[in-house]
């Protein structure tokens, strides 16, 4: 795996920081300087971080825990879907579920029934038994129910870790 270098983050504008008016204490190790307003963030200090995140990264996926992966910016959903999907792991790029951590009990029934959906549409007798108005109903629900928690169906637990692309 690749990793990054400094003239890469560099490149990236990953040096860019928050109008200075907006500083969090807790990032005031990590801030190299202040120029026109805006802090200016330590690429070196960045670098050893990501090292950091990397490792404990590769230690959750090599033990076989699942690893969450969080965008929901436009710019970013395909890019994490093309990555993520060969990988195996979970991962949201639509609306986030509420609850999803909290309440994963609930999350869990709406996967169940999103499968039993599934189940119901797949089988003809059933399916064909019904109304037009009652299967188009369930056809939409489950299309919003794949939507939304499709990428996250085989997840049976809690992640180890969740990785947020955008906050």
């Known amino acids: 795996m690749s990793r990054a270098s400094y003239q890469e983050l560099l490149e990236a504008g990953v ?13 005031a190790p990590f801030i190299f300087i202040e ?9 070196n200090k960045t670098l050893v971080k990501l090292e950091e995140s990397a490792k404990a990264l590769h230690h959750i996926a ?6 969450l992966f969080v965008s929901t910016k436009k710019q970013a959903k395909g890019i994490v879907e093309r990555l993520v999907k060969p990988l ?5 790029t639509e609306r986030w579920p509420g609850g999803m951590l909290t309440n994963f009990h609930t999350i869990r ?6 499968s039993n959906l599934d189940k ?14 009652e299967r188009l109903t369930i ?3 489950k299309g919003k129910l794949e939507k939304n928690l499709g990428s996250i169906s085989d997840m049976t637990r809690l992640p180890a870790a969740i990785f947020v692309i955008d906050i």
């Open 15 to 27: 040096h860019f920081g928050h109008l200075t008016r907006k500083l969090n204490p807790n990032m």
């Open 62 to 67: 090599k033990s076989g825990r699942k690893i």
């Open 109 to 114: 029934k709406s996967i169940k029934k999103m």
């Open 88 to 92: 195996g792991m979970p991962y949201v």
């Open 120 to 133: 119901m549409s797949k089988d003809d007798t059933t399916f064909s038994s019904l109304s037009k108005k």
């Open 35 to 43: 120029k026109e307003g805006i802090h200016v963030i330590d690429l």
């Open 139 to 141: 056809v939409r629900q």
